[in-house]
């Protein structure tokens, strides 16, 4: 099938390398033309496992192609995606300039007959909005198509490929066959795809991220209790996910959800139901523990080193929002860092993927360590802000050594507080007493 993906963001990139590795032949569209030379070389501006290997094979096999003709790639294609930022307010409201830039050069590139697919995260209504501005610069047949991803970053490639479920919103049967063809071949071993109408399929993404981020508030809350009566949080999760009912994911402690979809979508939520005059009251109070979550942990830092920090220096393990990933919107890190600086702290930092992302964040405000153990050479504690995984299992004979303190603040719960506490290590994690 021949497809054009409009815009070359997170979204934009997995999504169109993805259909081009099933065969389709992919045209990726986007105004910076520096980027789409770095992307025909493999060099792309983000870090996702396996993504870079995939878009040099595509490439090289004519599959995926990179351009910033949109009028040729619409022409070219049946199925027009639009992977557009829709960059969001501080009331919840998206900015949905760019997508409907694009509904009206798809329209006025048309030739024939066009599925206009919104890919981006968009609020309810946002597709009839896009099929009217077609409508008034085209006299060609269309479908718009609500098509929400579910990409975790970190494991988004495998998640276009082997999705769990693949949502469309369509409202005629044209463009549902379409849509279901191309699909087709990533859901082999029968995993559903499910039919809805457009509206049901734009409320689906803001829904199941909303859902999550309560999950973890909930976790987190249930921590805090944890702390001060005296359970242990990590047992309290596993007993909780024996249950069937709740299962096994998003009730970790630590420091909250971040990156760009949770923040963004439980405000968006937010937002529609203002609009509306329904109650957010559940909503609301998600984002708020959120928020409260990484104070209480700032609050652990000060009260064991005093609220002024000056004179020490605090070693940071973790930028990223998560690990696997070189994103650091809306982390914890940043509000974790900027608490340590205001207090008049030095803070050395390393991670191993997030370090560039940090530069355009920090600047020369913080210092930036060559690997780990660097970080906390003569440092007064370590305090671990990203679950990577070369974090989980160090020396601890060695960061004693290295660190001034044997005192680890622990955002994610990585270590055995018994071994360190046997070790002589002076440890504070989240939701243990």
Known sequence: MRICVIGTGYVGLVAGTCLAEMGNDVICVDKDTKKLAKLEKGIIPIYEPGLEELIKVNVSEGRLTFTSNLDMAVKKSLVCFIAVGTPQGDDGSADLSAVYSVAESIAKS?????????????????????????????????????????????????????????????????????????????????????????????????????????????ANQIANICEKVGADAEMVRIGMCSDSRIGTKFLFAGLGYGGSCFPKDVKAMIKTAKEFGCDYNLLQSAEEVNKAQRQLFIRKITKRLGDDLKGKTIAIWGLAFKPKTND??????????????????????????????????????????????????????????????????????????????????????????????????????????
């Open 328 to 433: 650091m919107r809306e982390a914890p890190s940043i509000t974790v860092i900027e608490a340590i600086l205001a207090r008049g702290a030095k803070v050395v930092a390393f991670d191993p993927k997030a370090m560039e992302s940090a530069k355009e964040i920090f600047r020369n405000q913080i210092s930036y360590a060559k690997n780990a153990y660097d970080a906390i050479e003569k440092a007064d504690c370590l305090v671990i802000l990203t679950e990577w995984n070369e974090f989980r299992r160090p020396d601890f004979d060695r960061v004693i050594e290295l660190l001034k303190t044997p005192l680890i603040f622990d955002g994610r719960n990585l270590y055995d507080k018994k071994r360190l506490k046997a070790k002589g290590i002076e440890y504070f994690s989240v939701g243990k007493k």
């Open 110 to 218: 048309m030739n024939e007959y066009k599925v206009i697919v919104d890919k981006s995260t968009v609020p309810v209504g946002t597709a009839d909005k896009v099929a009217e501005i077609i409508k008034n610069h085209t006299t060609f047949e269309y479908d718009v198509v609500s098509n929400p991803e579910f990409l975790k970053q970190g494991a988004a490639v495998d998640d276009f490929l082997k999705p769990d479920r693949v949502v469309i919103g369509s409202n005629t049967k044209k463009a549902t066959e379409i849509m279901q063809d191309l699909y087709s071949p990533f859901l082999r071993t029968g995993n559903p795809v499910i039919i809805m109408d457009v509206k049901s399929a734009e409320m689906t993404k803001y829904a199941a991220n909303s859902f999550l981020a309560v999950k973890i508030s909930y």
